[in-house]
């Protein structure tokens, strides 16, 4: 992907809630009162955007999506 403002999505229904999103870029990824993760509600700023991917590379469960859109975390 390259061009415009970048999204990550949590798909909740898969996050099984490790937290690793939110340990490797806390900036963009925080978690719940339940572990699970959550997205950013804005488009990550650019010099985020390549944390913001590692995060979504290293997520077990492949929950975190990139998008050129923002989605609604309920997915
Ligand atoms: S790393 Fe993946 S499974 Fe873990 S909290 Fe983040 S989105 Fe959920």
Redesign the pocket.
């Given at each position: 992907m390259s061009g415009g403002a970048r999204h990550f999505a949590?798909?909740?229904a898969?996050?099984?809630?490790?937290?690793?999103?939110?340990?490797?870029a806390p900036e963009v990824?925080t978690?719940d009162d339940q572990?699970?993760?959550?997205?950013p509600s804005g488009a990550v700023p650019a010099g985020l955007v390549e944390l913001a991917r590692r995060?979504?590379d290293?997520?077990?469960?492949?929950?975190?999506a990139e998008v050129t859109e923002p989605v609604r975390p309920a997915e």
């Open positions: 949590v798909r909740t898969k996050c099984a809630g490790y937290g690793i999103c939110a340990g490797i990824f978690v572990g699970y993760g959550r997205g995060a979504a290293e997520c077990p469960m492949a929950a975190i």
